[in-house]
């Protein structure tokens, strides 16, 4: 019997890991398969799952600028492919890359109005109780705004974390199924 030469495969397996992209598909299936493994209970699998799962963000830093690439390249129609096929390329394009940017936006929106939370209603260094009250209460309307901001910008997070581990095959869909009240 002859040996099995498995470099072509290794060498196609290290150019997929070349990529950000191969690299976020990878973290994805390690992600993925403990969330299976776990089936939302608590426990290493459960722990390994959040860990992969921030771990996988860096690697969609620039996925907006990446998912428009096929419009910046090409922004005009191809004549020689059918046209519904090409708006649709285009438009997928479009929506992957808004897509992409907000999801960076929800995280940096909560990131600075917590930020700027802190900042207002830290005492500064010598600021006297009365003038911390006054700089406080002088202040409270864009406490409020920005707390309304965090709390829309986290309820979307949620939303869309809750969107993920429901969504039909998942383990975490299993729970939400039986936990939701029947007709």
Request: charged content about 20%; aromatic content about 6%.
């Amino acid at each position: 019997m002859k040996p099995v030469d498995a470099r072509p495969q290794l060498q196609a397996f290290n150019g997929f890991l070349a990529k950000s992209d191969g690299k976020d598909k990878l973290t994805a299936l390690i992600q993925y398969a403990c969330m299976f493994i776990s089936a939302g209970e608590p426990g290493n699998a459960k722990k390994i799952q959040a860990s992969v799962a921030a771990a996988r963000k860096v690697f969609r830093v620039f996925r907006p600028l990446e998912s428009v690439m096929p419009i910046i390249n090409s922004p005009s129609i191809n004549p020689n492919k059918p046209l519904p096929l090409e708006i649709l390329a285009k438009l997928k394009a479009l929506l992957m890359g808004v897509y992409f940017a907000a999801d960076h936006v929800v995280r940096c929106t909560i990131v600075t109005e917590l930020t700027e939370l802190a900042r207002l209603l830290q005492r500064r260094p010598k600021e006297s109780e009365a003038e911390w009250n006054a700089r406080r209460n002088k202040s409270l309307a864009e406490i409020d705004a920005r707390l309304l901001t965090l709390v829309h910008a986290s309820f979307q997070a949620a939303l869309a974390v809750a969107c993920c581990s429901c969504a039909p095959g998942s383990p975490a869909s299993w729970a939400c199924w039986a936990s939701s009240p029947r007709p």
